[in-house]
């Protein structure tokens, strides 16, 4: 018994030391994520697993590299796993998906890049001219600009979700090279842009036409495995087709298999890139591929600067003058070079001739280098008074002027006019002075007869103690300035057009008049006697048709109030017409927007008599109030309950009156609506002043429940307060009343 119950002991402590031998695995649910895109970037969590779902084909490779500090990327399937911290290639048989797996030690952002359906189905046989072969589709680009961006500090094409055919990838042996068969049309540019390789790889292309085969300069290497991810620059070379014809390029590598992705650009080939109409003072960016024209406008007040930042450049910039095109010399700038050109005299336009470059991007900036409001100042004065003087800046003498000497063109001498305003004989006196640079400058001024062109005065300085001023009189009319250097050649030792800094200056003038001369006067012709006399008639005809209208409306107000005195009972009159239908609603209101006015104008007991019975009647000794109901129809509020206020003024004088609507009982009464109009506010209407003998009716539409509501009119009557309250209530209901 007691060997049996060590034995068994023996087994369970043994059992025990196996199971804790044992790796113990803590079943964790993974973070799902989306992988779909070829480039992606995941944040991570310490400890977190991340897994995504990877459609693939059967019988083909899946890559992802990684870029991360402490990450590590699994790719698996049923059959097969495999992990690393920097790149993972799995082989999928039957299999129609993989799952990828990301997790890291630490919280990072990870980088990764997607290859999937790699397959070895690339020929391993170059064709020969004759053959047909079997030509693969590629990215085609039909403007550079579409498929660039300098942005992002690179040449190279980038990626674009609507461009089909783009991506491409491979496996190769170290026995047999692929070749990648590309149809092209002359001056087409193909681009290959590696980016994931597992080995070295050499890429050689050859040119093909039917009957010859021409072996391309530019080799492109990659000594060693490639990720885009930690690449500075992307690794693309360029080559341009000469003929209609066919790229064939020839893969190979070193190791055994190698697994490589890319994408392949072809840019179609862009003779012209016109920047006729173009705003180049800001600035305008050109991109292509080997060679193109860009015909520009070009003024002889500005200079041209091509800049070259992201790369090599063959150019050469031509300008057109008197029909002729005058050829520039050819310019090889180099990455972060630029070139600065300035017009000749009276050029009319100019184009930059792009060659042999496999790959360009230049800026075309132009600067204005005018004097003053697009001119150039001129370096002599007009010949006689019969030239124009319009291609001379004008000088304001109430404000300063900023202008420069263009020295890269030997300019060294600027003139400009003033023109100084006056009567007959009048003198007036201007003070120049020269602010910048001014130690090798000298400043002259002229007064010139308006009549004779006479040189009557003129005066020169040079600078003194710092300063370079200079006041002269002159008389009214086109006077002139110059500002230039005391010795020009000291300043222009350079070659016409060589990029050298222009020299500065402002000018600033001060003005006063001396003597205002003798003031013009004219005689009135004939025909301004006889326009000045008809339209004086004419204005005052025009005048005097306010005056009739007022007359007219006046005469229509009688009329139309005599006509209700006649017919009195206005109000029932309404009723009945709306009865019987002789009138609708929107008229009888018109109508009776017309009566408040007329009515108004009649004696109080007149306008009593035209409106008919008052509902309500108060009467003092300084004021009578009076309220009539309306049909309910008239209202022009719906629901609101209308009614007719008559107020006659018989002695003293308003201010500040205001007419209140108070309810006894119930919720208190909102003014909707008052004809003629008058400010109003909840239960008030404003009338402000009311003078003696003043009547005025008031058509109030009044919006609330109460079953009655009390009348008053309150304000100041000599400055005193006053209120005159209707004794009665009036009863919304004709059968409360």
Not at 84 to 110: K, M, P, W
Not at 278 to 292: K, P
Not at 561 to 571: A, N, P, T, V
Request: charged letters at 20%; hydrophobic letters at 40%; a negative charge.
């Amino acid at each position: 018994m007691g060997r049996q119950y060590l034995r068994a002991s023996a087994f369970l402590l043994l059992g025990l030391f196996l199971m804790a031998a044992l790796p113990l695995q803590v079943a964790a649910t993974a973070i799902e994520f989306e992988a779909e895109q070829r480039v992606n970037t995941l944040n991570l969590a310490a400890g977190e697993t991340y897994a995504a779902s990877i459609v693939v084909e059967p019988n083909t490779s899946t890559m992802v590299s990684v870029d991360c500090d402490a990450c590590e990327v699994t790719l698996e399937h049923e059959n097969a796993s495999t992990s690393d911290n920097h790149r993972v290639v799995l082989f999928t048989e039957d299999a129609n998906e993989v799952t990828l797996i990301l997790s890291s030690t630490v919280d990072e952002t990870v980088h990764f890049s997607l290859a999937k359906n790699i397959s070895d189905t690339n020929p391993t046989l170059r064709p020969s001219p004759a053959t047909t072969g079997t030509p693969q589709r590629v990215g085609n680009c039909g403007n550079a600009s579409m498929c660039m961006d300098t942005a992002r500090g690179t040449l190279a094409g980038v990626e674009s979700y609507d461009l089909a055919n783009l991506y491409h990838s491979g496996i190769l042996d170290s026995e047999h090279d692929e070749y990648i068969v590309i149809n092209v049309s002359s001056g087409d540019t193909l681009e290959w842009k590696w980016l994931e390789s597992t080995g070295d790889l050499n890429l050689q292309m050859y040119f093909q036409d039917d009957t010859t085969e021409t072996l391309l300069d530019n080799v492109h290497h990659l000594g060693d495995a490639f990720s885009e991810l930690s690449a500075q620059t992307p690794a693309s070379s360029w080559w341009t087709a000469a003929d209609d014809g066919r790229f064939v390029a020839r893969l190979g590598t070193s190791v055994a298999p190698t697994y490589w992705s890319a994408h392949l650009f072809l840019f179609e080939e862009q003779p012209t890139t016109p920047l006729i109409g173009h705003d180049l003072l800001n600035g305008r960016e050109v991109l292509g591929h080997n060679s193109t024209v860009v015909p520009l406008d070009w003024q002889d007040t500005h200079h041209m600067d091509l800049d070259s930042q992201l790369g090599d450049v063959h150019l050469q910039v031509d300008q057109l003058l008197n029909g002729n095109w005058v050829e520039g010399e050819e310019h090889h700038l180099l990455a972060g070079e630029s070139l600065r050109t300035y017009p000749y005299p009276g050029v009319d336009a100019g184009r930059v001739i792009i060659s042999k470059t496999p790959v360009f991007a230049v800026e075309f900036t132009m600067h204005d280098f005018s004097d003053f409001e697009g001119l150039e100042a001129p370096s002599v004065l007009p010949a006689s008074l019969n030239e124009s003087n319009a291609s001379w800046p004008l000088l304001n003498l109430t404000s300063s002027l900023e202008g420069e000497f263009t020295l890269g063109v030997h300019d060294t001498v600027d003139t400009y006019r003033m023109e100084v305003d006056g009567w007959m004989d009048s003198i007036h006196f201007i003070q120049f002075t020269v602010e910048g640079n001014i130690s090798d400058l000298e400043l002259q001024v002229w007064d010139i007869d308006q009549t004779t062109g006479e040189v009557l005065n003129t005066d020169i300085t040079r600078p003194a103690a710092d300063q370079l001023k200079l006041g002269l009189q002159v008389g009214r009319g086109t006077q002139y300035l110059q500002l230039r250097f005391q010795n020009a050649s000291d300043v222009t030792p350079h070659l016409w057009g060589e990029d050298v800094p222009a020299h500065s200056y402002r000018i600033t003038s001060t003005y006063a008049l001396v003597d205002e001369g003798e003031e013009p006067w004219f005689p009135p012709s004939e025909d301004a006697v006889f326009w000045g006399g008809f339209a004086r008639w004419f204005l005052g005809a025009l005048f005097l048709i306010p005056v009739l209208y007022l007359a007219i409306d006046i005469k229509r107000a009688n009329d139309f109030g005599r006509e209700i005195i006649e017919k009195k009972e206005r109000l029932a009159w309404y009723t009945a017409r709306l009865d019987s239908g002789e009138l609708n609603v929107k008229s009888s209101q018109k109508d009776i927007a017309r009566a408040l006015h007329a009515v108004a104008q009649l004696e109080w007991e007149d306008g009593l008599d035209a409106w008919g019975e008052p509902t309500l009647h108060h009467r003092t000794e300084n004021l009578a109030l009076a309220v009539w109901r309306v049909d309910q129809r008239l209202a022009k509020v719906e629901g609101s309950w209308p009614l007719v206020i008559g107020i006659h003024v018989i002695e003293g004088d308003w201010e500040l009156a205001a007419l209140r609507f108070d309810a006894p009982d119930g919720a208190a009464y909102e003014v909707v609506s008052v004809e003629p109009r008058f400010l109003h506010q909840r239960e008030e209407v404003f009338l402000d002043a009311l003078s003696e003998g003043h009547r005025t009716f008031l058509m109030i539409g009044l919006q609330g429940s109460a079953p009655s509501v009390d009348i008053e009119l309150n304000g100041r009557i000599n400055n005193q307060p006053f209120a005159a309250r209707i004794p009665e209530t009036l009863a919304r209901s004709l059968e409360e009343s």
